[in-house]
């Protein structure tokens, strides 16, 4: 069964900074297809997109209130997704989910997904709190 684990949610002041870690079971090879994200749910707000990078390549997405300070990366001999989190905000606080777009067999996903419902696999979250 594939698993998306999520870890290095916590509470920190505004300002700080946090490093969110994903690891993946899919294999090294599967994993380095796939494109990856990072989203977000605050109580009574819809998921959203925080940050999603495709498989080859460096490209990558930042929702508007992130840019420039949250930064997505893969390591896919580690099959490890990572969102460094820095000037943390407040409005930061949410639910994060670490997410996975799979593409079929021997293909590359290589076109930016920003919609929840493109992800099939999803970690079970881990949550960021930031205080005024």
């Known amino acids: 069964q594939v698993q998306l684990v999520e870890s290095g949610g916590g509470s920190v002041q505004a300002g700080g900074s946090l490093r969110l870690s994903c690891a993946a079971s899919?294999?090294?090879?599967?994993?380095?297809?796939?494109?990856l994200g990072w989203f977000r749910q605050a109580p009574g707000k819809q998921r959203e997109a925080v940050a999603t990078i495709i498989a080859r390549g460096s490209h990558t997405y930042y929702t508007d209130s992130v840019q420039g300070r949250f930064t997505i990366s893969r390591d896919n001999a580690k099959n490890t997704l990572v969102l460094q989190m820095n000037s943390l905000k407040p409005d930061d606080t949410a639910m994060y989910y670490c997410?996975?777009?799979?593409?079929?067999?021997?293909?590359?996903?290589?076109?930016?997904?920003?919609?929840?419902?493109?992800?099939?696999?999803w970690g079970q979250g881990t949550q960021v709190t930031v205080s005024s």
């Open positions: 997410a996975a777009r799979s593409v079929f067999v021997g293909s590359y996903c290589d076109s930016v997904a920003l919609s929840a419902d493109e992800y099939g696999y």
């Open positions: 899919f294999s090294p090879t599967t994993f380095s297809r796939y494109c």
